[in-house]
């Protein structure tokens, strides 16, 4: 009993260690990457080729920035270029359709990243997520505009703490609390994980989420992840997804699937909330993106299932999780 108890114990330690190790490898130099574009003002280019969508959607173009901040770094730093952009006058409908466009559109260096080492193709996320935002976004558009809906100013509840240091020892100092952070949580979910399996509890939670699970064509083996990448995040969520893929418990299918539908809906309590605080309303941010996002994920992985093995590896997934 003791012996299996310290295997269980070594066993642990090393799959916290693995998934932590392969996120960090992923992590840590896109960080040191998007840290020299910001530099560089490189993201000042990127919002000017977002200037004609941002008119699609019904907002000024200056929001541009906005979300090529939030794109390339999250949505703490979009959030802050909203909050400095004081001279733009938005309404609530405008505020929703820009929150919902940042929820879907996010991180993308990393998260992208994290996709393309579970097994998904990075245009194919990077088509995903943009394309979903602004398809989102133009729907909101039309919804709120056809009723008529939101058209008060809109007046944001928070504003972020901005610091006034911009050192890089003070940014590298908060990149490691983040990487700290990450392994931190990472460590709980792997014991939360193991725990559910114990106790039959993921059985539980694989039967009450089926009728959803077999909506969306994802096998039962994708529950207690997908939910940990719904609420917590896809950086959470992908790296757990990374590990089961080596060790093979999941298809590619499912991993297509899942890593979709995390791409787009994750995150659900904090982001949301986040975006709720600049005066978005929950009607698109929250209600109206998880039912986009269940219907897109739903047609995404009917559509894979017809699709020839050749065509899925060519523009979907890998065709060897070694070959990322």
């Known amino acids: 009993m003791l012996n299996s108890l310290k295997l269980s114990f070594k066993q642990t330690i090393k799959e916290i260690l693995v998934i932590s190790f392969d996120l960090f490898k992923i992590m840590i130099p896109i960080i040191i990457i998007v840290k020299i574009i910001e530099e560089l003002d490189g993201i000042k280019y990127i919002a000017w080729g977002l200037e004609p969508f941002m008119q699609f959607v019904g907002l000024p173009t200056s929001m541009g920035l906005v979300w090529a901040t939030t794109m390339l770094t999250n949505i703490y730093g979009g959030m802050i270029i909203f909050?400095?952009?004081t001279n733009?006058?938005?309404t609530v409908a405008q505020v929703t359709i820009l929150g919902s466009m940042m929820l879907l559109a996010h991180g993308l260096p990393i998260e992208v990243r994290i996709a393309q080492k579970a097994g998904v193709r990075v245009l194919f996320?990077?088509?995903?997520?943009?394309?979903s935002a602004l398809l989102l976004g133009f729907l909101l558009l039309k919804l709120y505009s056809a009723g008529d809906f939101l058209t008060d100013n809109n007046n944001a509840l928070w504003k972020p703490i901005i610091t006034q240091d911009t050192s890089l020892l003070s940014w590298g100092i908060s990149q490691l609390k983040t990487l700290t952070q990450?392994?931190?949580v990472i460590a709980a979910l792997v014991v939360f994980l193991k725990l559910l399996k114990l106790s039959g509890i993921e059985k539980l939670l694989a039967f009450i989420l089926k009728p959803l699970l077999k909506i969306l064509g994802l096998s039962n083996k994708t529950s207690s992840i997908t939910i940990i990448g719904i609420t917590l995040g896809l950086t959470y969520g992908g790296g757990l997804l990374i590990n089961e893929a080596k060790k093979g418990n999941i298809s590619q299918l499912d991993i297509l699937g899942s890593l979709s539908l995390l791409a787009i809906c994750h995150s659900l309590i904090e982001d949301t909330l986040l975006i709720m605080l600049l005066g978005a309303d929950l009607s698109g941010i929250l209600y109206l993106r998880v039912i986009f996002s269940l219907i897109l994920i739903a047609i995404i992985v009917r559509i894979a299932k017809k699709t020839h093995q050749d065509l899925l590896a060519k523009y979907f997934?890998?065709?060897s999780l070694r070959k990322p």
């Open 317 to 319: 997934v890998y065709p």
């Open 125 to 131: 996320t990077l088509v995903l997520r943009i394309g």
């Open 182 to 184: 990450v392994f931190v």
């Open 83 to 85: 909050i400095s952009n």
């Open 88 to 90: 733009e006058p938005l």
